[in-house]
């Protein structure tokens, strides 16, 4: 009787396609899609944009565009938060556009934080580069994780999760933190609660933390009164 070889089976080479098919690719992992061309910086003025920007005519590049020097000024930290966040992504660095990759600066007063935040679209490593901070995440499955990082340190927050950073040492602190993502968002906790237009309803935020109504109006009132600029 013949044997049939099974790798020359119509139903195992379809079983075969469908398995691969399923698999978790890395370029459907990554953060931003991989470019299809050297550059596309960014045309900050075209009307439309979808996953990215539209490149500028590369006739119209030059190496400025490839060039930022927004993180070479310390960040104004007189903000409710004693904190500063100074962003080069693909808005404030167009050259970026397409290279899935922006970095922040992070300046701290004494006693400073950077509030608890996500970034939807990226991982972010924070390297310190001055001072002593706190780092912190938590997990979708409440777990905290932290360490106090010094001067050439780094740590990793894994993509979409809550974090934040806090300078705990005796003067000012910096920290620079990385995205594998040319626009990666960020959802700052206090500020999408109580500062956010329009307002989430107090009964609902009365609700959530289990306090009075007067408790959030007060909260309320200190944000809209005191953000200053703090930005992200």
């Given at each position: 009787?013949?044997?049939i070889n099974p790798s020359a089976s119509p139903l195992y080479m379809l ?65 409710i938060f004693g904190s500063n966040v100074t962003a080069a992504n693909v ?142």
């Amino acid at each position: 009787m013949m044997k049939i070889n099974p790798s020359a089976s119509p139903l195992y080479m379809l079983s075969c396609l469908v398995m691969l098919l399923l698999l978790p690719l890395p370029s459907l992992l990554a953060s931003d899609p991989d470019p299809l061309q050297d550059f596309c910086v960014a045309d900050l003025s075209a009307s439309t944009s979808v996953n990215g920007f539209l490149c500028k005519p590369a006739s119209n590049v030059s190496s400025d565009d490839f060039f930022f020097d927004g993180l070479s000024k310390e960040g104004n930290t007189s903000t409710i938060f004693g904190s500063n966040v100074t962003a080069a992504n693909v808005l404030s660095f167009p050259g970026l556009n397409t290279l899935g990759s922006s970095i922040n600066r992070v300046d701290f007063a004494i006693g400073g934080v950077n509030p608890p935040h996500s970034h939807p679209r990226s991982t972010e490593t924070d390297l310190v580069i001055s001072g002593q901070v706190l780092v912190g995440f938590v997990t979708t499955g409440n777990v905290y994780f932290s360490k106090v990082l010094s001067a050439g340190q780094i740590f990793v927050i894994p993509r979409g999760l809550v974090h934040f950073q806090k300078n705990v040492g005796p003067g000012k602190a910096l920290i620079f933190t990385t995205f594998n993502s040319q626009l990666p968002g960020a959802s700052v906790v206090p500020l999408n609660l109580f500062a956010s237009t329009p307002s989430i309803p107090n009964d609902v935020l009365t609700k959530t933390f289990q306090v009075e109504d007067d408790v959030v109006n007060s909260i309320k009132s200190k944000f809209v009164v005191k953000l200053g600029p703090y930005s992200r």
